[in-house]
């Protein structure tokens, strides 16, 4: 099997294999986690792991001060809350989506492949859901307690798992674009993903899109790339706008409002997490994850609207302390350096802008979404190439400083 098709894997399997209602026997509640656990065993056996090069010390170690950070939020879990190891391992089991980093660390996979796997994704998920949306409904199951089973208007099309994976693709797309590879794929990607975004109509991820669709056209090197992608983000944001004009104006409307309500779920989550309830030491290293099994704490703020994955990285700062966050963000400010290559300048501004309401512990997608992003910085062939050059140049400016000293 092919490397890029077991990457789609991971990333369907990811997401409840899309939640199809022919597999939720198999992957309801924990059954979810080993059915990823086993995949990630797989893909590890089968291109038989443990390739590491040299200076891999130095990929891993944002991921193990990440899990260091983790790690300790089980001691105010246990302090405040009374929840022993065994509780915390069982409520912490969605963290073990980040050992897919450790997995493409030692398989490799290159970034055509994930640009290859994230391609079919796209491709399979936009198929999948103008399936159950508009010709049968009942090809995806919908849990009826979480009272979401379509989007907020609903009136457009289904909601399914997975939808953060189609920003991947969108970057790759773009990449293609600006690079003048202007194909039929890679055109009908974009604007697929595009319109998707616009009906879902997930404020977080259009603004994202947005701003990395303008980010990518001043990125271009040339006046024609600049041109091409800008011309292209302007056809598709009068598309969108033309067809979609009330319904944005009513999310603009909506957000001002919601902004302004006290009573708003992500307000109180602000005003709650932000609030030192356990005392200083817990805005260092958190309040930890707390099963629901041990105390009631959790089920009490889902009562009151109030859920850590609401607010993103200030919800994971909140349970897990501030040595993740940390971790996370130093990762993607450097990212945004101008010696890397432009997607992995874009996957880390993407996750920038998504982490005010993406919490990437909450289940095992979002986790892997951030690995992807954490492995394509870790192997960046062009941010190898542009620093050597980079020293040698400063080391050349530097050497002439001396010399003109000297004389």
């Given at each position: 099997?092919?490397?890029?098709?077991?990457?789609?894997?991971?990333?369907?399997?990811?997401?409840?294999?899309?939640?199809?209602?022919?597999?939720?026997?198999?992957?309801?509640?924990?059954?979810?986690?080993?059915?990823?656990?086993?995949?990630?065993?797989?893909?590890?056996?089968?291109?038989?792991?443990?390739?590491?090069?040299?200076?891999?010390?130095?990929?891993?170690?944002?991921?193990?001060?990440?899990?260091?950070?983790?790690?300790?939020?089980?001691?105010?879990?246990?302090?405040?809350?009374?929840?022993?190891?065994?509780?915390?391992?069982?409520?912490?089991?969605?963290?073990?989506?980040?050992?897919?980093?450790?997995?493409?660390?030692?398989?490799?996979?290159?970034?055509?492949?994930?640009?290859?796997?994230?391609?079919?994704?796209?491709?399979?998920?936009?198929?999948?859901?103008?399936?159950?949306?508009?010709?049968?409904?009942?090809?995806?199951?919908?849990?009826p307690d979480s009272k979401m089973p379509f989007i907020t208007e609903?009136?457009?099309?289904?909601?399914?798992?997975?939808?953060?994976?189609?920003?991947?693709?969108?970057?790759?797309?773009?990449?293609?674009?600006?690079?003048?590879?202007?194909?039929?794929?890679?055109?009908?990607?974009?604007?697929?993903?595009?319109?998707?975004?616009?009906?879902?109509?997930?404020?977080?991820?259009?603004?994202?899109?947005?701003?990395?669709?303008?980010?990518?056209?001043?990125?271009?090197?040339?006046?024609?790339?600049?041109?091409?992608?800008?011309?292209?983000?302007?056809?598709?944001?009068?598309?969108?706008?033309?067809?979609?004009?009330?319904?944005?104006?009513?999310?603009?409307?909506?957000?001002?409002?919601?902004?302004?309500?006290?009573?708003?779920?992500?307000?109180?989550?602000?005003?709650?997490?932000?609030?030192?309830?356990?005392?200083?030491?817990?805005?260092?290293?958190?309040?930890?994850f707390i099963s629901g099994k041990v105390h009631p704490i959790m089920?009490?703020?889902?009562?009151?609207?109030?859920?850590?994955?609401?607010?993103?990285?200030?919800?994971?700062?909140?349970?897990?302390?501030?040595?993740?966050?940390?971790?996370?963000?130093?990762?993607?400010?450097?990212?945004?350096?101008?010696?890397?290559?432009?997607?992995?300048?874009?996957?880390?501004?993407?996750?920038?802008?998504?982490?005010?309401?993406?919490?990437?512990?909450?289940?095992?997608?979002?986790?892997?979404?951030?690995?992807?992003?954490?492995?394509?910085?870790?192997?960046?062939?062009?941010?190898?190439?542009?620093?050597?050059i980079h020293d040698a140049e400063v080391a050349q400016r530097a050497?002439?400083?001396?010399?003109?000293?000297?004389?």
């Amino acid at each position: 099997m092919h490397l890029s098709i077991e990457i789609l894997l991971l990333m369907i399997v990811s997401c409840g294999f899309m939640d199809i209602e022919f597999f939720q026997p198999l992957v309801r509640n924990n059954m979810n986690v080993v059915t990823n656990l086993l995949l990630l065993v797989y893909v590890f056996i089968r291109n038989m792991g443990f390739t590491f090069k040299s200076g891999i010390a130095g990929k891993l170690k944002p991921m193990w001060w990440l899990l260091a950070g983790v790690l300790i939020s089980f001691i105010p879990a246990y302090l405040y809350y009374g929840q022993h190891l065994y509780n915390s391992l069982t409520a912490y089991r969605h963290f073990l989506g980040y050992f897919a980093f450790f997995l493409f660390l030692s398989v490799q996979p290159t970034r055509y492949e994930f640009k290859k796997a994230s391609y079919f994704f796209a491709f399979i998920y936009i198929v999948c859901v103008f399936y159950c949306s508009f010709i049968n409904p009942d090809f995806v199951y919908f849990d009826p307690d979480s009272k979401m089973p379509f989007i907020t208007e609903g009136e457009f099309i289904h909601v399914v798992p997975g939808f953060h994976f189609l920003m991947i693709a969108y970057i790759f797309a773009l990449d293609d674009i600006r690079k003048e590879k202007i194909t039929f794929k890679s055109l009908a990607i974009l604007f697929s993903i595009l319109a998707i975004i616009f009906l879902v109509q997930n404020r977080t991820v259009m603004f994202s899109a947005f701003v990395i669709g303008v980010f990518s056209a001043m990125a271009g090197r040339s006046h024609k790339q600049r041109l091409t992608i800008g011309t292209l983000l302007v056809v598709a944001l009068c598309l969108g706008v033309f067809f979609t004009w009330k319904y944005i104006d009513l999310l603009i409307t909506e957000t001002i409002d919601e902004l302004t309500d006290e009573d708003y779920n992500r307000v109180k989550a602000f005003i709650y997490f932000t609030s030192g309830d356990n005392g200083t030491m817990s805005y260092f290293w958190g309040n930890g994850f707390i099963s629901g099994k041990v105390h009631p704490i959790m089920e009490q703020l889902r009562e009151e609207g109030i859920f850590n994955s609401d607010l993103g990285l200030i919800g994971f700062w909140h349970q897990f302390g501030l040595i993740p966050v940390i971790t996370i963000l130093v990762v993607c400010f450097k990212g945004l350096s101008s010696l890397r290559s432009f997607e992995v300048r874009a996957h880390a501004l993407n996750i920038l802008l998504c982490s005010l309401t993406i919490a990437y512990f909450r289940d095992f997608p979002y986790s892997l979404w951030l690995c992807i992003y954490w492995y394509l910085y870790s192997i960046d062939p062009v941010y190898d190439y542009r620093k050597r050059i980079h020293d040698a140049e400063v080391a050349q400016r530097a050497m002439r400083r001396f010399r003109s000293l000297t004389r």
